[in-house]
């Protein structure tokens, strides 16, 4: 399974993008997905989890209340972020984690084997 982000670019603070993450395989139903970051200078961080049936999201407390994380039922993932502030200015990854069950996404960046190349998101102030 290969992994494609996109939807990144350059946003005002406030404004609003949504990633989109597609698998090279026919269906992702079976892995949970989640998104991380990367701003500059800083180390990769977990931003939202989807699990495989979508029953359960995480977010991190960077996200709650302004990012929304989903899934369809094919090979698509999807990142919405609205408030956008500069402190979000990142590069956005996509990854996804085999499960043999609909479980609580994990956010640890260690446990995905799975990533995209990922997508830049520039929020100017």
């Known amino acids: 399974v290969q992994l494609q982000a996109s939807g990144g670019g350059l946003v005002q603070a406030g404004g609003s993008l949504s990633l989109s993450c597609a698998a090279s395989?026919?269906?992702?139903?079976?892995?949970?997905v989640a998104w991380f970051r990367q701003a500059p200078g800083k180390e990769r961080e977990f931003v939202a989890g989807?699990?495989?049936?979508?029953?359960?999201k995480r977010y991190a407390d960077s996200a709650k209340g302004r990012f929304t994380i989903s899934r369809d039922n094919g090979n698509m993932a999807y990142l919405q972020m609205i408030g956008l502030k500069p402190e979000d200015t990142a590069v956005y990854y996509c990854?996804?984690?085999?499960?043999?069950?609909?479980?609580?996404?994990?956010?640890?960046?260690?446990?995905?084997?799975?990533w995209g190349q990922g997508t830049l998101v520039t929020v100017s102030s």
């Open positions: 990854a996804a984690r085999y499960r043999s069950r609909d479980d609580i996404p994990s956010n640890r960046m260690d446990e995905f084997n799975i």
């Open positions: 395989t026919r269906t992702l139903n079976a892995y949970s």
């Open positions: 989807i699990s495989r049936r979508a029953d359960y």
